[in-house]
């Protein structure tokens, strides 16, 4: 199974933008369905983003036209581009299988959005 290390958080002032990376080891980024994840106030951690094997995406509503999903398949990377973040961004994301599987959570990065 994979591990996940995400990384690129921050502090950002309302409207900025910020890049996540995810760092997947032990599996091909192109072999698997990609999630990014946050948090949430009930620590439920909701998908926000996919990207899948094929490259295709999928946003839920509260990202869609902000947030962006990539690869660097050299790298064996993900990305997450956040652009107009607003203080309701402002959460812990994660990068997991997706479906998630709750045994390959990382550490996650802390997004926070201030003035």
């Known amino acids: 199974q994979a591990t996940f290390a995400e990384s690129g958080g921050g502090l950002v002032p309302p409207g900025g933008s910020l890049k996540l990376s995810c760092a997947v080891i032990?599996?091909?980024?192109?072999?698997?369905?990609i999630g990014w994840y946050r948090q949430g106030t009930e620590k439920t951690r909701e998908v926000i983003a996919i990207?899948?094997?094929?490259?295709?995406?999928h946003y839920e509503d509260p990202v869609k036209g902000r947030f962006y999903v990539g690869r660097d398949n050299g790298r064996n990377q993900a990305y997450l581009h956040m652009n107009n973040l607003q203080p309701d961004d402002s959460d812990v994301y994660f990068c997991?299988?997706?479906?998630?599987?709750?045994?390959?959570w990382g550490r996650g990065s802390q997004v926070t959005v201030s003035s």
């Open positions: 997991n299988y997706f479906p998630r599987d709750d045994r390959t």
């Open positions: 032990g599996v091909w980024v192109t072999d698997i369905d």
């Open positions: 990207i899948r094997q094929d490259g295709t995406t």
